[in-house]
């Protein structure tokens, strides 16, 4: 198993597994938003960027078919077996920690977020790994698979830890240097901007201090959920695999770069009596009220109220959606989730991934009901960072898909291999 040269044991720098800038001299072809983030569209577009594009890795292609299996995951691993070979991916000589910095617009301001690749410990004593949302299995089932037939984390899980006296800010600082190894753009715009850490005595100073921190999963709650399975999996067969830290890059949250979205839901219900059923229902159980157009209903659900402020569309108006007695315990999404979303989806038989979907951007989720391929759009507004503490303090979980963070992380700057 791996050991810290530096005695930590929580948090630990490694030797990353990286695309060759000589042999690779446009990195915006071979890299990719998320693995669950890109369409299928944007999966035929990222298969023609380059024959390297890591998607190939993180999301080949057939995975949106119900006939996705073994041979995936086989290809998966053996594209990149091939890109080692031939040199289209080197591992770095010296154990290192890579600090991340990224550059985007927002309400005509130029914005900077930082962040930190490590590895974590997936058992990490005092210092938790709190989780703020719930998982499904069929993800994980994806993923355990994937990471069985490559032995690589291919993608870094998203964590948050709490730095209110700058500290872990001014230590990244000093550790920064001079000329990022690149900088990428991104599909989204977004400026990415990676640097090594070498130095022995740098990165003891952040590793010590990231070790005393409590982690908060932003993204990849079913990639750390894979990662623990795995871990044991590999363990219980006395595989000589470094199973038990997994890749992750962790920003403060006190970062002004640190954005919340909401996830909004469209719903399709195809069966007539089921939607009669659930319109009946709003009516019954809650107040309706028609708004004017999507920019004057948005604000509405900023305001916090234990009545709790849906948002819904229809593709011909535009509603407030409130309960008629207070729910005070309840967060909007839970709300949602509890009063809405899990009755109407037991009731009509639906599924999600197909009957239900997600979109952070409400004016997709708008013109997708206006073209019919969805009956209604649901619109909430962002759980806070201050509600996610809160929550996760009490020991709950919100439901899946509660919490849109951006920007995302870039898939493909960064390789973590288990085998060496």
């Known amino acids: 198993m791996i050991k810290s040269p530096l005695g930590m044991a929580g948090i630990l720098p490694f030797r990353a597994t990286r695309y060759n800038l000589r042999k690779i001299k446009v990195l915006e072809k071979v890299v990719a938003p998320p693995y669950d983030c890109i369409s299928p569209l944007e999966q035929k577009a990222l298969y023609r960027k380059s024959p390297y594009n890591c998607v190939r890795l993180i999301l080949r292609k057939g995975s949106f078919t119900r006939s996705a299996g073994p041979l995936l995951y086989k290809a998966a691993a053996r594209d990149l077996k091939r890109w080692k070979s031939g040199g289209v991916l080197v591992k770095d000589a010296e154990p290192s920690c890579y600090l991340y910095e990224q550059r985007y617009t927002a309400g005509?301001?130029?914005?900077?977020r930082k962040g930190l690749f490590v590895l974590i410990a997936l058992s990490s004593g005092k210092r938790k790994i709190v989780p703020h949302e719930r998982t499904l299995s069929a993800p994980k089932k994806d993923r355990f698979e994937l990471t069985k037939a490559t032995r690589?984390?291919?993608s870094a899980i998203f964590g948050l830890y709490r730095d209110p006296g700058r500290r872990i800010e001014r230590l990244t600082r000093d550790a920064r240097g001079g000329r990022p190894l690149f900088t990428v753009r991104g599909q989204d715009g977004v400026l990415n901007s990676l640097w090594q850490v070498r130095d022995p005595k740098k990165l003891s100073a952040l590793t010590r201090a990231l070790g005393t921190k409590r982690i908060w999963i932003a993204d990849g709650h079913h990639?750390?959920?894979?990662?623990?399975?795995?871990?044991?999996?590999?363990?219980?067969?006395?595989?000589?695999?470094?199973?038990?830290?997994?890749?992750?890059?962790?920003?403060?949250?006190?970062?002004?770069?640190?954005?919340?979205?909401?996830i909004h839901r469209l719903i399709r219900i195809r069966d007539r009596d089921a939607k009669s059923d659930f319109l009946r229902g709003l009516r019954q159980n809650f107040n309706i009220r028609s708004v004017a157009s999507l920019v004057k209903l948005l604000p509405l659900l900023e305001k916090r109220s234990a009545f709790h402020n849906i948002g819904m569309t229809d593709g011909r108006g535009f509603y407030l959606v409130t309960a008629r007695r207070r729910h005070p315990g309840d967060l909007d999404v839970e709300f949602l989730d509890r009063k809405i979303m899990r009755p109407l989806m037991e009731r009509a038989h639906l599924k999600k991934g197909t009957d239900i979907q997600f979109e952070h951007e409400p004016a997709k989720a708008v013109r997708r009901v206006a073209r019919g391929e969805f009956d209604y759009g649901v619109f909430l507004a962002p759980t806070t960072l201050k509600d996610l503490r809160r929550r996760t303090g009490q020991g709950k979980r919100l439901p899946e898909k509660s919490t849109y963070f951006y920007p995302k992380i870039l898939s493909g700057l960064v390789f973590n291999e288990l085998e060496n």
């Open 223 to 262: 990639r750390f959920e894979t990662a623990v399975e795995y871990n044991h999996w590999a363990r219980s067969r006395g595989l000589k695999l470094n199973t038990g830290y997994i890749l992750a890059c962790l920003v403060a949250m006190e970062d002004p770069g640190l954005r919340i979205f909401a």
């Open 108 to 112: 005509g301001h130029h914005v900077r």
């Open 152 to 154: 690589t984390n291919l």
